[in-house]
């Protein structure tokens, strides 16, 4: 099925975090040089002269020097919550805006809302407001105070002269540019072209702005497969453009609007692109999946284990219609209406099911993995410290406990009984947390020692991922069944409408 038509498709450039902390490290490098035949071109302001420079080069390479700064420099962050997804952040911020507080969201490491920086822009400021947050109840929020007395600054050599700049540009005669991270990071080719820019938290960000249409060849080989059923390759770039033009809001602090890992979508440049996928890139170019004139949240994973998610079993925020949960199967192997899987008995009875799902016979549609109490304590022990849980000094578990389940059988919440008390994980938390599962559709199977005393839990479960959306796997099996890119969108995403992108559709609603 070709769908190339007349309309109009509407050109839309991708600003994408190739390298999001470079100088975290001292030892942090990144190079980047022409291809053959051409030059990079480089524009930046000289810290050492204030004086703008264009300058012309084959290679470039930037490393980072420690720079004194004259007064010890106070940075405070106010931080309003700390977050696994992007998802569970915007919906803490929303609330948060709700009270007439100004955010922002941010990633130093998990999500996290933090008081708007540009309205809170003192010391003062910041703590009146903590205390008034903390005086109506809320007392997970803190300030985190960092003292500087040097920070990184970007340091490159062109000819016999070392420059150094916070900001620069980076641009080519045919917008080629090979990149590599790191000393012993894989050179890779990336159409458009760079800057490297400050971010939030105190080093700086590689970013490639580049046209949807080349990202996409960068990403879609990547996230479903060099060599697919080719309706399933044109599913994939659907929904990649879709959530990539939904998803540019999230790093709106750091000016910028993807990464380029698997927080966003996994992008690569166009080192490994595919035929196959260059073909769905060229058959569905511009379109886009759309409900009530809106990009819908296009969220995909690797495997939804035989049955899809609702939104709202996996992250918090607003329930969103055409993201519900579907029985991942051409055929009628569970009824959800008549055989929910909130019960923990219908929940187990469909994890032994094995055949007839279009992921049957995957190695990660039915897994189950053990892990030891030891073990156990040091990945709760790892989380608690990054979240600053007050129960993360506990010494073991007691107990591990579901709670609650969705109708999807996803975990809604698990209840961990430690030696300090109880800590209480919701949905995606639980991954967050422990090592040991895949996704959040599994049970707890405990084990014991030779005195009968608690050594451990196997976690029994399925698929890989958030297991919303489209399963990639999944897609597979239906593109092998003559299904179209279309009815496999119309299967995942139910009521979405396939359109080519133009200027009367919403990308997103924004923060108000």
């Known amino acids: 099925m070709s769908f190339l038509s007349n309309f109009p498709v509407l050109a839309v450039d991708l600003k994408v975090g190739i390298v999001q902390r470079f100088g975290d490290k001292l030892d942090d490098e990144i190079s980047l040089k022409s291809t053959q035949g051409d030059s990079l071109t480089i524009k930046f302001i000289d810290t050492a002269t204030q004086e703008e420079k264009n300058l012309t080069t084959k290679e470039l390479k930037l490393s980072i020097e420690p720079q004194s700064l004259p007064n010890k420099l106070i940075e405070e962050r106010l931080i309003l919550g700390d977050y696994g997804t992007f998802e569970t952040a915007e919906d803490s911020a929303k609330g948060w805006q709700s009270l007439g507080i100004d955010v922002e969201i941010t990633q ?62 980076i641009n080519s005669g045919r917008n080629l540019v090979q990149v590599r991270d790191g000393v012993k990071g894989t050179w890779r080719t990336y159409g458009g072209t760079f800057t490297i820019q400050p971010n939030s938290y105190g080093n700086y960000t590689l970013v490639n702005k580049v046209n949807i249409e080349t990202y996409l060849r960068g990403v879609v080989p990547h996230e479903i497969g060099a060599n697919v059923p080719m309706a399933a390759a044109e599913a994939q770039t659907i929904i990649a453009r879709t959530y990539a033009l939904r998803n540019t809001r999230r790093f709106q602090a750091d000016n910028y609007e993807m990464c380029a890992t698997t ?143 969705s109708s999807s059988g996803r975990i809604i919440q698990m209840d961990i009984t430690t030696d300090l008390g109880m800590v209480s994980l919701a949905k995606n938390e639980v991954r967050s947390a422990f090592t040991p ?76």
């Not at 060229?282 to 886009?288: F, I, R």
């Not at 405990?446 to 897609?475: R, T, W």
């Not at 003559?482 to 080519?500: C, D, H, N």
Request: with cysteine.
């Open 108 to 169: 130093p490491g998990r999500w996290q809302v933090w008081a708007k920086r540009s309205t809170y822009t003192t010391p003062l400021l910041k703590r009146l407001l903590l205390s008034g947050i903390q005086d109506k109840g809320y007392k997970d929020v803190y300030i985190e105070t960092e003292i500087l007395l040097e920070k990184p600054i970007v340091s490159f050599k062109i000819g016999n002269n070392i420059y150094k700049a916070n900001y620069l540009e």
């Open 437 to 512: 599962p895949r996704s959040t559709l599994f049970y707890l199977d405990p084990f014991y020692d030779q005195n009968n005393q608690l050594a451990g839990y196997a976690f029994v479960g399925g698929g890989f991922g958030h297991g919303v959306g489209l399963s990639q796997f999944g897609s597979y099996n239906l593109a092998r069944l003559g299904w179209s890119a279309q009815r496999i969108l119309e299967f995942y995403y139910p009521g979405t409408k396939l359109e080519p992108l133009n200027s009367s559709i919403i990308f997103w609603q924004p923060l108000k």
């Open 263 to 405: 927080h966003c979508q996994v992008y690569y440049g166009l080192t490994g692109t595919s035929p196959i996928s260059d073909k769905a890139i060229a058959s569905t170019k511009g379109l886009v999946l759309t409900y009530n004139n809106e990009l819908v949240d296009a969220l995909y994973s690797s495997t939804s284990g035989g049955v899809t998610s609702y939104f709202e079993d996996v992250w918090n925020g607003e329930n969103r219609p055409y993201l519900k949960s579907v029985i991942d199967s051409p055929q009628q192997v569970w009824n959800l209406a008549e055989k929910s899987l909130d019960s923990e008995a219908n929940f187990r009875k469909f994890i032994a099911l094995q055949n007839n799902f279009n992921e049957t016979g995957r190695s990660l549609f039915r897994w189950n993995r053990k892990s030891s109490l030891a073990d156990l304590n040091k990945d709760l022990q790892r989380y608690l410290e990054r979240i600053k849980h007050p129960l993360q000094d506990f010494t073991t578990i007691k107990e591990m406990k579901i709670v609650d389940r």
